[in-house]
Each structure stands twice: as structure tokens, then as C-alpha cells.
T-cell receptor, first 113, second 114 residues
């Protein structure tokens, strides 16, 4: 079945540090890939997405590139801020049409001033 | 434009009881999906409703059931509650008819089973 594997956290960085959160997936066909962010006490917010190989999703300084050859969708940001502290979830939608999302276990990011 | 709304925010039940959670989708959306998020875990797909029918279902027992109304709002019902049902229940809406592949999530209902 489909699965998403994220790097285990928690991750603690100093402000303005470079961020990478690794995500790899297993799925048949050509899934759409997503990064969601969850702030304390809140639901999930879509951060960025990519729907086909080599697509780059970007938003708020975060980027991730859909790499089919390595089945990866790593999240990166060049300079993190304290306000980026949250839990980040990688997810896939195999049918690519807002059907069932399969999530990774999440990575807790804490950014220190 | 109101986003996805859920009620109640928090709920405390005891083992064996039944619970109903409610969700109103984002304006213009026709599909509602429900997810269970245990503490420290990623959300797990429960089921999805479209055109008032259950279209997909994850690996959850029949104690979990749902309903979608003509106005696209939805309910999640859980019978014979177990301690392990304690979790954050998330509702997500999307627009299947429009072919968009993005789900928008509500803030969730925190269910505690004692």
C-alpha cells in the first residue's frame, strides 16, 4: 500500500539556519505530493504541493521538488524564523484528485531566537 | 469566506458511549473527508463522502460511520467508544466536481475517552 516516510524529529534550529526535512514515499502510479503544516492547537494548513515529476512547489520561502527517480519530496527553507516552529507533514494523494491522503508521521520543528 | 468549520471543539466521553462530530465544508466544496490524528502521529484517513454517499474508506471498523447532508455538511459517528479512540478528528473538504486536488482542513475536534 501507499506510505510516506519522514525524517524523525524533533528538529531544533537557530533562527536564519537552513532547513531540510526529508520525505520519501511509496505509491503506485503518479501521486500528487503535499507538505502540510500544523501550528500548536490548530488543524492542518497546506504549505505547498506538486502534482507531477520535477514540479517544484513553493510558498512562504519553503520549497520542495517532486523527484520521481528517488521517490522523494524533501522540504527546504534557506532561512528559518521563530514563527516557522510547527509540525510538518508530508503527504501523498495517489489518485491525484483530492481522494485519500496518506500522511507521514510528522516532524516537529523548533526554531530558537 | 468561511473555511471548514467543525463542532464541538472539545468533547469528553466515557468508554462504551457514542459520539457525533460535525463538519461544514468550505463554501463551494462538495466533498468531505474525515481523518483521525492520534497524539504525535500523522492523520489517518477514515472515509470520504461525496454526493451523500461514502466513496472511500480507510482501515477503520464499522463502529465509525458517517453521513453527508444535501448542503454538503457531514457527521462522523463513533459507537462503543474505546480508550484508543481518543484523538483529534479532522474534517477536510474539497471540490471533486471541479477536479481540484487540494483538501482544506478544519481545526479539528479533540475527543477524549475516559
Amino acid at each position: 500500500g501507499d506510505s510516506v516516510t519522514q525524517m524523525e524529529g524533533p528538529v531544533t534550529l537557530s533562527e536564519e539556519a537552513f532547513l531540510t526535512i526529508n520525505c520519501t514515499y511509496t505509491a503506485t502510479g503518479y501521486p500528487s505530493l503535499f507538505w502540510y503544516v500544523q501550528y500548536p492547537g490548530e488543524g492542518l494548513q497546506l504549505l505547498l504541493k506538486a502534482t507531477k515529476a520535477d514540479d517544484k512547489g513553493s510558498n512562504k520561502g519553503f520549497e520542495a521538488t517532486y523527484r520521481k527517480e528517488t521517490t522523494s519530496f524533501h522540504l527546504e527553507k534557506g532561512s528559518v524564523q521563530v514563527s516557522d516552529s510547527a509540525v510538518y507533514f508530508c503527504a501523498l494523494d495517489r489518485r491525484g484528485s483530492a481522494r485519500q491522503l496518506t500522511f507521514g508521521s510528522g516532524t516537529q520543528l523548533t526554531v530558537l531566537p | 469566506d468561511a473555511g471548514v468549520t467543525q463542532s464541538p471543539t472539545h468533547l469528553i466521553k466515557t468508554r462504551g458511549q457514542q459520539v457525533t462530530l460535525r463538519c461544514s465544508p468550505k463554501s463551494g466544496h462538495d466533498t468531505v473527508s474525515w481523518y483521525q490524528q492520534a497524539l504525535g502521529q500523522g492523520p489517518q484517513f477514515i472515509f470520504q463522502y461525496y454526493e451523500e454517499e461514502e466513496r472511500q474508506r480507510g482501515n477503520f471498523p464499522d463502529r465509525f460511520s458517517g453521513h453527508q447532508f444535501p448542503n454538503y455538511s457531514s457527521e462522523l459517528n463513533v459507537n462503543a467508544l474505546l480508550l484508543g479512540d481518543s484523538a483529534l478528528y479532522l474534517c477536510a473538504s474539497s471540490e471533486i466536481a471541479g477536479g481540484r486536488n487540494e483538501q482544506f482542513f478544519g481545526p479539528g475536534t479533540r475527543l477524549t475517552v475516559l
